[in-house]
């Protein structure tokens, strides 16, 4: 079997536990034409087969990773309410459940007290961030790393914040000289921290930042959409884990529970170590609070109307695999790692590829090897093509040159930016797979070379 349908059956006997929460109401009949929707939906089918098979370990490209059986379930059950969390009124106990679950994502930062919901994904969360951070002060400029994601140049320009990039160093982190510099011109309100970046999973050198902070006086938050349930992983090196050891430092935290949390798009998540920043969301709805004077998401969320069923989701994901050092979730994310430093180890011992350094989290980026950077990237192209017929999926990646000519002080660089390759390891099965991913990307790249 290639696509796990065995859950199924429970999703019907939840329904109809859910169905006796409305017993007393009369009978309503949905109608549809069975025939007519089943043809739909078979072409649905036959369409959706036009997809890289982002669920299998064989996909090793971007940050894709499947959800759980029990979020795919639990989001598929509360479709049949399609609750609000924008108001109680639309998204009762779904809000409740909001408010549960990200109170677990909180304490796994060691914050009891905060503000803090759910949000359509990475991109709203840092808006709000963001947004928050700007109003606390205005006219200073924003700072992130030339390797953040490039969410926040664009959203400073939507915010209208004056945003600088600060240079990395030769490991894809944010080099502490260059932010340093840039602070002693004292017009920086925001520095963002990328706790693991999307292109090569660098995390920031958050003591140093922190440090910084103490000296400088800025509003300090952690972009970890990506990284950030690495907190709970035993395995990372201590530099890694000294910066993750004070991420409840920070002011505000972003993280994306449909990057590595194991749910369905259309969740992230936005924490305000300071819960009194919920006064710049002051407003008056004229058409929805009125269910009660308990708190409304809504009131503390840019966006609306969001899926109550993402948090249902998410909530049901964190019943069973609660968000503990060593428990199973955090186990499963440790293996994604020990897949990404297996895979590196082999490509460092393989004459036919060149390294740049070891992964800080689950992303290994290489590139064959060459002594002209153009021929690096044709080379880096074909392997990317020839790899995927083979049944291998990986994904491409511009690296900046002026980032490897330590790593790789043979190759002549010819522009400013060079294509590698790329291997997200975020499923923890990919663990049992690094033989056969090696396999077939040796096996690629040794048809290639002959
Ligand atoms: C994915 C990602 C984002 C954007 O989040 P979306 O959920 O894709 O909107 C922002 N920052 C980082 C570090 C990310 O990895």
Avoid at 263 to 279: A, K, M
């Amino acid at each position: 079997m290639k696509l796990e349908k065995e859950s199924l059956g429970i999703l019907r006997e939840a329904l109809d536990r859910m169905e006796e929460g409305f017993a007393g109401l009369p009978d309503a009949e949905v109608h549809y034409d069975a025939d007519a929707l089943r043809g739909v939906l078979l072409e649905v089918a036959d369409r959706m087969k036009d997809n890289y098979p982002y669920f299998h370990p064989c996909y090793a490209g971007q940050m894709l990773k499947p959800p759980h059986p029990v979020a795919r379930l639990a989001y598929m059950l509360s479709m049949w309410v399609n609750p609000n969390n924008h108001a109680l009124d639309g998204g009762k106990a779904s809000s409740h459940m909001e408010k549960e679950a990200v109170a677990d994502i909180a304490r796994m930062f060691g914050w009891e007290s905060y503000l803090g919901h759910l949000s359509s994904g990475g991109t709203m969360a840092n808006l709000e961030a963001l947004w928050v951070s700007g109003k606390l002060n205005p006219g200073k400029k924003l700072l992130a790393s030339e390797q953040a994601h490039y969410t926040h140049s664009r959203i400073t320009e939507v915010l209208h914040i004056p945003f600088e990039s600060v240079p990395c160093d030769n490991r894809s982190r944010m080099d502490m000289g260059a932010l340093e510099d840039r602070l002693k011109k004292g017009d920086v309100g925001t520095v963002v921290a990328t706790i693991g970046s999307t292109g090569t999973g660098a995390v920031d050198p958050l003591s140093a930042i922190l440090d910084l902070r103490e000296k400088y006086g800025f509003r300090l938050h952690a972009d970890s959409a990506y990284g950030g349930y690495y907190v709970l992983a035993d395995n990372l090196t201590p530099e890694t884990a000294a910066s993750y050891k004070r991420l409840g430092e920070a002011d505000s935290i972003v993280i994306d529970p449909h990057k590595h949390g194991l749910q369905p798009y259309g969740c992230g998540c936005i924490l305000f170590r300071d819960p009194s920043v919920g006064t710049l969301y002051k407003h008056d709805s004229p058409y929805t609070y009125f269910s009660s004077s308990e708190l409304h998401l809504g009131e503390i969320s840019l966006e609306c109307s969001r899926a109550g069923a993402s948090a249902v989701a998410l909530w049901a994901t964190q019943r069973l695999l609660p968000m503990t050092r060593g428990g199973e979730f955090a186990r499963g994310l440790m293996k994604c790692r020990d897949a990404a430093l297996d895979l590196y180890r082999r490509l460092e011992a393989e004459p036919l590829f060149l390294t740049m350094f070891p992964p800080e989290l689950d992303i290994v980026i290489w590139a064959p090897k060459a002594t002209r950077s153009s021929e690096i990237s044709r080379l880096s192209q074909e392997l990317f093509d020839k790899a995927a017929t083979n049944d291998l999926h990986l994904a491409l990646f511009s690296y900046p040159s002026k980032l490897l000519k330590d790593a790789w002080p043979d190759v002549t660089f010819e522009a400013d930016t060079v294509a590698c390759l790329r291997s997200c390891l975020m499923k923890p099965d990919h663990a049992d797979w690094t033989d056969h991913i090696w396999e077939a990307l040796k096996g690629t790249m040794q048809a290639i070379s002959r």
